[in-house]
C-alpha cells in the first residue's frame, strides 16, 4: 500500500478531504494532474443556501467548519467576513427576502431585513428604486485555490492524543499529505493506474476529480454548467459586500438554457469580481462575448457606475452538476473502496469543508455531526 488514502484531485474539494483525513492521523497522497478546474475559475463566495433543507444544511454545516479552518489559514487565503446581501428590485423580491428569512432564522443563521434606505446606505454605489434587501452576515470570501493550496500543506496532528483536529479520540498516529503530479489514467479496485504505468493503492480512494471524474467513471451523471466571470481593477471602498440579486436562485438551480444574474464580490485586493452567467451543453471554454456583454449590463443595472469602471480579465469554468442539484458524497454503491466527493456544481468552495468531513466520517466510521443520507451517490447510481 501506497497510502491509507488516495485523493484524486487536489481543488479545493480534494484538498479539503485530505486535510480532514489527515486530520484524523490518515498518511494520505493526494494526485492531480492541474492546476485546473473550477476551484481555479470560481467566485469563492461562502454562501449559505436554502433551496431545499439537504442544501441548508450542507451549506450551513460548511460555513461553521470554514470559519473553524480560517481562523488557521494564512492572509494568502483572502478571507474577508463582508457577509452577503440578497438584492430585492421589487416588493415581489422582498416578500421573497423575507421567506428566506424565515428559513435562514429558522435554521439559526443570523439575517436581518433592511429596507431602501438602509440599503443605500449600506451600498451608496447600489442604484436608487431597489426595495431592499436580506442582508446574511455569516456568509463571507475566500481565495479557493490558495486554500486549497494551504490545506494540502498543512502537518496532521502530532501523534496519540493529541488536540489537533475535530476528534481527538480518532487519532492514532501523525497523519501526512504528500501531493504527486500525475494524472491517472484508470481506476481498479483499490488502486489508481497512472499516465506513466505505475499503480499507486490503498484501502481508500476519493475521487474528488470535478467534473473529469466522469473520464474515470462513466457512470457518474455529471452535466458542465459553464460561467463566465470578470474582473475589476482596483476600486477600494465602492462595493462592501457579495451583492446577489434575489433572481440568482433560480438562474442558479435552472436545468436548461442559459441565464444570467447579477453577482458582484468585493475582493480584499479592492477588485470587484463579477458574475454570474450559466450554460448547459458546451464543454468550450472560450469567452462568448454576447454571454459576457449580457452579465455585465445586468450588473450595471444594478451597479451603475461599473459602466466606468476598468475590467482588467475575464475567464470562464465549468460546475459540475449532478441531475438533482445536490452533490455525491460517499461510498461508490458498486465499487468497494471507492468514496465520491463530486457534482458540487456552483456550490462546491462553500460545501468542501462538510463534504470533508462526511467523506473522513465514513473512511474512519465515526459519527458526523451531519447527516449525510441525502447526499449519497447511491440515488444516482442504482442502475449501473
Ligand atoms: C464560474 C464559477 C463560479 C463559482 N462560484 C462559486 C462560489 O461563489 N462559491 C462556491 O462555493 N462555489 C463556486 N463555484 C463552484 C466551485 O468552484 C466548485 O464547485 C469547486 O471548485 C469544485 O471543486 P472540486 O475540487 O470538486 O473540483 P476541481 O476544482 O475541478 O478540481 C478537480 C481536480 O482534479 C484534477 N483531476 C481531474 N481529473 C484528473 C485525473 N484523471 N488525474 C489527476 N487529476 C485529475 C484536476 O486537475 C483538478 O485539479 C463556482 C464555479 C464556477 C465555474
Redesign the pocket.
Known sequence: MDAEAIV????????ACAYELCQRGLQVLV?????????????????VMDDNPAELALSSVSLAIWRDWLARMDNSCGYSHCGTLWIAADEEEMQAAAEKHKRLQAAGIGCTLIDADALAKLEPALRRGLAGALQVASDG?VY?PNA?RWLLGQDGPQGPGSQGGHDANLVKSAGSIRVLQ????TLEDGRVCLADGSTRSAPHIVL??????A??CPELPLQA?????AISARYPSMVRHQLVELGYVKSAHERSGTSVAFNV?PRPTGQLLI??SRQFDTTDNAIEVPILARMLRRASDYLPGLDALQIIRSW?????ASPDGLPLIGPHPQRPGLWL??G?????????TGTAHLIAAGICASACALDGNAYLPERCLQNV
Open positions: 484524486i484531485g487536489a481543488g479545493i474539494v480534494g484538498a494526485v492531480d494532474d492541474g492546476p485546473s478546474g473550477a476551484t481555479q475559475a470560481g467566485m469563492g463566495h461562502l454562501v470570501v479557493a486549497a500525475a494524472q491517472v489514467r474528488a476529480a470535478g467534473l473529469r471524474a473520464a474515470l454548467k459553464k460561467g463566465h466571470l464580490q458574475g454570474s470562464t469554468g465549468f460546475r459540475a466527493a463530486l458540487h456544481e456552483g456550490l462546491g468552495v462553500t460545501t468542501a
